[in-house]
C-alpha cells in the first residue's frame, strides 16, 4: 500500500438545464418517471447554476460559506482528481469523512465521474475499519486528517484491496503516513474544474450505505442513482414542504443514511442551505449552531432530544429556536413525553418518523399539524405498507404484526450477503425488522423491534411502552427494557435506568420508580428487575443496543 495525502464550473451544458426542468414536470408525488440513462449529480449539483443559484451559498460549516458555484467546481475538480489516481467506473470509493464540506465534493465527485461512494461511519474502531475496507474492496481511502490514526492503526498487510489513502484536512507530515503526498486541496486545485456526468443508468449503483451493524458486522447497502430523488420529492417535498429558503441542520452525521438526506441531498433538491457541523452533539455545541446559524429544519434523534432538554442556559433565560419550523425524529421511536416536553419548551412539534438504512430515509411520518405523540406517523406518498403475523397475512387494525415496506428508494441488496438479503428483501417487500400496529385512523405505532418484543405470561409486552412510562417518572433520564429470564426460563422485562443530573439510585428511589410503573401498568408489564446505570449502550446513530442489555441482564443480580 502506498500513500497520497489529500486534504481539501464552469457553464453547464444547455441539454442539462432543459433535462432538469423536464425532470421537475415530470416529478409527481406518488410516481417519479426518471430516464434510464441518469446521473444523479445532474439533478442535486449540475442544474443549479442554470437555474441561477450561482452565488447563493449551498453550504455554510462554521466560518465556511460555499456558493452553488464552488461546489459545482469543487465536485468536478474532486472526480477528476479520482480518474488521475485512475479510478474506474463502478469502483467504490470509500469516504471516512467528518461533516464538512469535503464531504458533499467527494461524495458527488466520485458518483459523477461513474464510480461507487460509500461513506463510513466515523466512530469506529480500527478492526472495524479493517472489515469494511476489506468488505468493500475499496482501492482508494479519502479519510479526514483527524481520522488518519484510525487507519493506521490497521497493519498494511491486513487490508487486501486498499493502495491509496487520501487525507482531508492539514498537511499531513511524512512522518506521520510514512511516506511523502500531496493534501486534498492541492490536489483539487491542480485539477480541472470541468467534467462532464458520465453516462450511468438510473439503476446503476451509486453510493453504498453501511448498517449499523448492531448484531455484529455491518451490511454494505447498495443504492442507485434514483434513490435519493426518490426520498427528496416522497419525503422532504411531500411531507415538509421544503423551499430554497430553507436552512437544514442535521444533528445525525452524513455517513448516516439519516443524516446524509437531512444534511446534504434534500437541500440540493431545491437549491436550499446546508449546515454543517464536524464536531460532538453535545448541548452547547447544537444550541450554539442553532442560534448562529438560524435553521428553519432541525434533525435529530430521540437520545438528543432528551439530552437537549436537560440542558438550561447558563446565566438563565432561553435558547432561541425561534427559526426552526419543523423539528424532526427517527433512528428510534420518539416517547410522547419528549415529545411533550419540547413542544411545552420551545413550542415546536417534533415530527417523529422512521426510515432505515435499506429503504435510505422515511417511509412512515408525522405530518405538520397532524402529529400524533408517540406514533410513528402514516405511510409516505410513494410508499405502502403491510402488517402481517408469522405466517405472512395481513392482521387487521389495532393488531401487533411485522412491518414490510415498499418503495423505490430500497437497496438492491445486501453486498456479498445473498441469503440475508434474501430474508430481508422479499420481491417488492422489505422486511423492516420492526413490530407495528396500525390504528383505524392509518397511523403506525411502533412497539419493538422482532427481536425485541417480549411474550410474558402468553402475552406480547412492547419494550417501549414500559420504556415510555419510565420516561414520565420526573427522576428518570432514559431507559431501556429487555427481556430477562427467570430460575424457570421465563420471560420478565427488566429495566435499565439513566437517573437525572443531582437523581441517587437508592433503592428507596428504585421502590419510588417500581410503585409508578405499577400504578399504570399491568402486572405482567411492570419490570421485575431494575438496574441504574450511568449511561445506555448506543450505536453511533443513538439506537439503543438491547443485545448488551440482555447480555448483561443474563448475568446480572439486579435487584
Not at 57 to 83: F, H, M, P, S, W
Amino acid at each position: 500500500m502506498y500513500v497520497k495525502c489529500l486534504p481539501g464550473s464552469k457553464s453547464v451544458p444547455p441539454r442539462v438545464a432543459n433535462f432538469s426542468r423536464a425532470l421537475h414536470n415530470a416529478l409527481r408525488p406518488m410516481h417519479i418517471e426518471l430516464p434510464a440513462s441518469f446521473n444523479v449529480t445532474t439533478h442535486f449539483i449540475d442544474r443549479h447554476l442554470p437555474e441561477g443559484r450561482g452565488d447563493k451559498v449551498a453550504i455554510e460549516c462554521g466560518d465556511d460559506r460555499v456558493t452553488y458555484r464552488q461546489l459545482l467546481e469543487r465536485v468536478n475538480r474532486c472526480g477528476n482528481a479520482l480518474k488521475k489516481l485512475d479510478v474506474r467506473r463502478e469502483e467504490r470509493v470509500a469516504l471516512l469523512l467528518v461533516d464538512t464540506p469535503d464531504f458533499a465534493y467527494c461524495f458527488f465527485g466520485t458518483i459523477k465521474m461513474g464510480a461507487v461512494a460509500v461513506p463510513v461511519n466515523t466512530l469506529l474502531k480500527p478492526h472495524e475499519y479493517e472489515y469494511v475496507l476489506n468488505d468493500s474492496r475499496a482501492r482508494i481511502l479519502i479519510v479526514s486528517d483527524s481520522l488518519l490514526p484510525q487507519i493506521l492503526a490497521i497493519p498494511k498487510a491486513n487490508l487486501r484491496y486498499l493502495e491509496t489513502i487520501v487525507v482531508s484536512g492539514k498537511t499531513v507530515t511524512d512522518a506521520e503516513v510514512n511516506a511523502g503526498g500531496l493534501t486534498l486541496q492541492k490536489l483539487l486545485d491542480e485539477s480541472s474544474s470541468e467534467l462532464v456526468a458520465e453516462i450511468t443508468n438510473k439503476d446503476d449503483a451509486a453510493f453504498w450505505m453501511y448498517s449499523s451493524g448492531s448484531t455484529g458486522f455491518p451490511k454494505g447497502c447498495v443504492h442507485l442513482h434514483h434513490d435519493m430523488v426518490v426520498c427528496a420529492e416522497h419525503y422532504a417535498k411531500a411531507v415538509l414542504k421544503i423551499t430554497e429558503h430553507d436552512r437544514f441542520f442535521s444533528v445525525a452525521k452524513l455517513f448516516f443514511a439519516y443524516g446524509l438526506g437531512n444534511g446534504l441531498y434534500f437541500a440540493l433538491s431545491v437549491g436550499a442551505t446546508n449546515i454543517l457541523w464536524p464536531g460532538s452533539p453535545s448541548p452547547p455545541n447544537i444550541y450554539g449552531v442553532i442560534e448562529r446559524h438560524k435553521p428553519t429544519l432541525f434533525f435529530s434523534v430521540p437520545s438528543n432530544y432528551s439530552t437537549l432538554l436537560i440542558y438550561q442556559k447558563e446565566g438563565g433565560g432561553e435558547f432561541d429556536l425561534s427559526t426552526v419550523r419543523h423539528a424532526v425524529s427517527a433512528g428510534e421511536a420518539l416517547p410522547a413525553t419528549i415529545f411533550n416536553r419540547f413542544k411545552d419548551r420551545f413550542g415546536i412539534e417534533i415530527l417523529d418518523a422512521i426510515g432505515s438504512t435499506e429503504a435510505l430515509h422515511m417511509f412512515i411520518a408525522n405530518r405538520p399539524g397532524a402529529a400524533r405523540p408517540g406514533s410513528s406517523g402514516q405511510i409516505l406518498p410513494g410508499y405502502e405498507a403491510r402488517i402481517v403475523d408469522e405466517h405472512g397475512k395481513d392482521v387487521p387494525d389495532g393488531e401487533i404484526g411485522n412491518l414490510l415496506i415498499k418503495g423505490d428508494a430500497t437497496c438492491s441488496c445486501y453486498w456479498n450477503q445473498h441469503e440475508k438479503t434474501k430474508e430481508t428483501i422479499q420481491g417488492q417487500w422489505l422486511r423492516t425488522g420492526d413490530k407495528y400496529y396500525r390504528d383505524a385512523d392509518g397511523y403506525y405505532w411502533y412497539v419493538g423491534r422482532s427481536d425485541d418484543m417480549l411474550k410474558v405470561k402468553g402475552m406480547w409486552v412492547s419494550p417501549i411502552e414500559i420504556e415510555s412510562t419510565l420516561l414520565e417518572h420526573p427522576a428518570v433520564q432514559e431507559a431501556a427494557v429487555v427481556g430477562f429470564a427467570d430460575g424457570n426460563e421465563l420471560v420478565k422485562p427488566a429495566a435499565y435506568v439513566v437517573l437525572r443530573s443531582g437523581q441517587e439510585g437508592t433503592s428507596q428511589m428504585s421502590d419510588d420508580i417500581k410503585k409508578h410503573i405499577a400504578s399504570r401498568l399491568a402486572a405482567h408489564k411492570c419490570p421485575q428487575l431494575l438496574e441504574f446505570v450511568a449511561e445506555l449502550p448506543k450505536t453511533a446513530t443513538g439506537k439503543i443496543q438491547r443485545f448488551k442489555l440482555r447480555q448483561a441482564a443474563s448475568h446480572s443480580d439486579m435487584r
